[in-house]
């Protein structure tokens, strides 16, 4: 069965350094999303992508994060520089079409746990 | 923007009892509703979902109903079983547009023996 591939798993990263967590969605799925998630909270979406567009990055704080997908496939989701309250999950996951379409399922990968310290 | 409430955020129920979880939405553009079910260090899974045209779907054990009208959406387990004890997440986006999917804070569900 095909998966949203993330990695690393676990990053351990010292506050004011650069990180970057990378997400490979499943194959021919043309909505991507970063999600972070804080232990005990539902995921708040930071990024979409239609393709290799943004179509909300709303809640992305665009003074320390980015993220691209620049060939519509894979996607990297940068921190620069990270901070302590960055520590949490981020979540990456696809769905097949964004617009008019009805299958509209989003799959997760396993996530990447971030701890700044 | 769309903003999904969730609760409870913990619920303890006794094997064999229902559990019962709401959410309300605030975008009544809003017509897909679905629910993930999120066991401990593992990724969120695709467990129900209901789409605005019909009220209620029902999957084994599983239920999930919506009211248009009054902008919410229940989950129902049925006989519940020890290996339903997670992290339930409601969420709310259009099947239309730019499709953005935003999630509730979640409840913790404790299946007792």
């Known amino acids: ?117 | 923007g769309e903003n999904v409430e969730q609760h409870p955020s913990t619920l303890s129920v006794q094997e064999g009892d229902s559990a019962v979880i709401k959410c309300t939405y605030s975008d009544s553009a809003s017509n897909y509703f679905p629910w993930y079910k999120q066991e401990l260090g593992k990724r969120p899974q695709l467990i129900i979902d209901i789409r605005s045209n019909v009220g209620e779907k029902k999957d084994q054990r599983i239920a999930v109903t919506l009211n248009k009208t009054a902008k919410h959406f229940s989950l129902h387990i049925t006989e519940t079983q020890p290996e339903d004890s997670a992290v339930y997440f409601c969420a709310a986006s259009r099947i239309q547009g730019a499709q953005k999917l935003v999630f509730g804070q979640g409840t913790r569900l404790t299946i007792n023996p």
């Open chain 1, 1 to 117: 069965e095909a998966e949203v591939a993330q990695s690393p798993r676990y990053k351990i990263t010292e506050k004011s350094q650069a990180v970057a967590f990378w997400c490979d969605p499943i194959s021919g799925h043309a909505t991507l999303y970063w999600y972070r998630q804080i232990l005990g909270q539902g995921p708040e979406l930071l990024v979409q992508f239609q393709d290799e567009s943004v179509v909300d990055d709303s809640q992305l704080p665009k003074d320390r994060f980015s993220a691209e997908r620049l060939k519509g496939v894979d996607s990297t989701l940068k921190i620069q520089p990270a901070e302590l309250g960055d520590s949490a999950m981020y979540l990456c996951a696809s769905s097949p079409l964004g617009t008019g379409f009805m299958n509209t399922e989003a799959f997760f990968g396993q996530g990447t746990r971030l701890t700044v310290v």
